[in-house]
């Protein structure tokens, strides 16, 4: 039996765009306000701290709104204090890439799993699992980490599990400057944002093109290493971003579960400097580094999401 | 889906964008505040101390109020202090005798809450600072002279306190709280007596007690100590060598103890978080009086300050804001904390001494107000005499300084 022939889809142009109508453009037009207002203009403005003056006597930031007068001095400040003789930044800015990387991978090993079982294999409890999912919005980010303080204490219940009625005695002090403790907040804190991504991908999943690939001979790991997974990836990227990037300006987790400087993130570098007479600059150039760092994983996933439609035809 | 962009149509909109953003610039200074006067030549900062007292010069357009004024009516008086350093009830019955209400903001830090005022976007009305900052809120025309026909109530405070050397014939400040900062630590996870060590500073280095200790986490007190761990006794020092000493020794303290940088140990210690610390005197006060848990009596904590004085001693003031739209309030309110019913009830609540004549430190511990075992944190005069102070600094050695905190802070020796 002859295998059919198909021919690979030509590089043909998209769609034709929808027609243009003044409705969708007024719909439009308060979003991409507020957008403006709320997001460039104060990018705008940290900007224009990160390269403005400072007060000679209450060293408090003052902001230059003319680009051509702007001062690189602060910027280039924390720049030379990443690496080398004077490189105090360095260490932190790796340690929250790491605990970063490695929370978010520790979140993709917890909410994929559950992602997928309430996408595709809860049947008649979809809808009540969905509502369990949601259920952590309702705490504020705030309580849940208070919550891991009450159990981590020198005398809390996880200690006292770990006793096990008297057979150990961990002298372990959980909340001073450990990393995996922040790391497993970073986690906690984070996997109710990826999980709900994760699902609203899965649940879309073509089930004909899963079926297919097992009425192929594919066995089941094979199956879902090579059709569910590739078709997962844009899913999984964008719930990796949606978690990771909020997660490179946390600087809660570690003051709350922490305290030490042996833990500290960028995020509590910016916090620190903020408000401290004449670091402010400083600090806008923190977030600009985070910023930047944050805008090469999303073009990456406009990259890959562009390039869907070839790999789902 | 939307069709990716071409070269064309990504330089005509960088081209744009370009073109707008010096107006963008003027359209945002435009909507800006106006209010930040730009000095060509740079002011100096006088700076006061105990053997350099300054009398402010109180400037033409910033004259005390008149005598005799009424209390504003239907207004909210707007106070800026640290959390949990006001005595509720004193709040309240000033709510009651004046019939108006209060307003409490917070900070976690007096940097912090410099920066917030100096943006000028607030209306405190009164400010609880130190003396570390006297001299700019006063060269920065943000504090307002002191009327002292409303605050008769002065007579009750510690006569150094009508002409300190921060601010003589007390223009624009009235006292608040007198501290020290000491050692504090419970013996029934530190049982050793670290009053009785031979530099008592070495204990938070000791790696015994890794995991438990604590340091303040304010640059001057912490950095302060470190000086005077090592033996030097000017905490104001503007040399090299020293910062370098205190930024070595404090990654050091890291790599021994790796200490919780917090302000909280009037909780912590209490709660046994942490079992050793550099506490404030009022702070060990408080965990006795206040955050003791069920079943856990205050006899397990302990306090050490040098008993020659020879430590950080300092106090902390009532500072009027320009910007507070409530004056007389504001003048009323400094009275009311100054009577002495009203201030003992503020130390009982805080744990903070203030310096009120009817406040016998040598009677509090008999009368039984403080137990036996804290003696150590109250606060007598004579520390006043051999103490040494965290005083103001100027820019640039306030810069260098904060360089050292920060590079600790980052985790940057770990």
Redesign the interface.
Known sequence: MAVPVVSAPSRAA??P?ERRSRLWAALAAPGIIWLAAFFI?PL??VL?IVFGQV??????P??V????QWDPTQFTYVLTHIVGPH??????IL?TFIFVLVASCVCLLIAFPVAYYVARLSGRRKGLLLALLIAPFWISYMMRMFAWVNLL???GLFNKVLRIGGLFDPR??W???QPVVVILGLVYGYVPYMILPLYAGLDRLSQPMLEASRDLGADRISSFWRVTLPLCRPTIVAAVLLTCLPMLGDYFTSDML???????MVG??IN??V??????GQAGAFVMLVFLAALLPMLYYIRVT?RR?EVAA | ????TTRRQFLARAAILAAA??T???F??AC?KSG?P??SA??T?TIAAPDHPVKWDIPADNKPIADGLAPEKGATLQLYNYADYLSPDAVKSFEEKYNTKVQISTFN?T??A???I??GNVDYDLYFPSYDQIS?LV??GLARPINHSYIPNIKNVWPSFTNPWYDQEWRFSAPNFIYTTGIGWRNDQVPENIGALPNPYDSLWDPKYK??T?IIDDWHTAMAMVLLRAGKTDVNTSSDADLKLIGDQLNAL?AAT?????ITMYSDLP???IGLCQMWSGDIINSALSYMPEGVSPDVLRYWFPADGKGLVDNDLLIMLRSGKNPVLAHLFINHLLDPDVAQQNFAQTGYQPPQNSINPESLVSSGFIPPNLAAAVVKPEYFDAGYRLLELD?AN??AW?NVW???????G?
């Not at chain 1, 709104?65 to 051509?68: F, Q």
């Not at chain 2, 889906?1 to 990716?4: D, I, K, T, V, W």
């Not at chain 2, 920060?406 to 940057?412: I, V």
């Open positions: 998209p769609p765009r203009f705008y403005v224009c007060d000679p006597i209450f060293r408090t003052v902001p709104w003319n680009p051509l490189g105090v930044f360095g260490p932190a340690r204490q020198d005398d372990v002090n909340l001073t400057g922490s305290a030490s400087p042996k833990t500290a509590n570098l620190d400097s408000q401290s007479p004449g670091q402010t562009s439609d | 889906m939307p069709e990716p953003a010096p963008l610039g003027s945002i200074a800006s930040q730009s000095s740079p002011p900062l830090d940097d912090e410099l920066t917030k100096r943006g700019k060269s920065g995991g438990k604590a890291v790796s200490p919780k940088v917090t709660a046994g978080q820019p306030d810069a904060h920060r590079a600790f802070k980052a985790g940057g770990a």
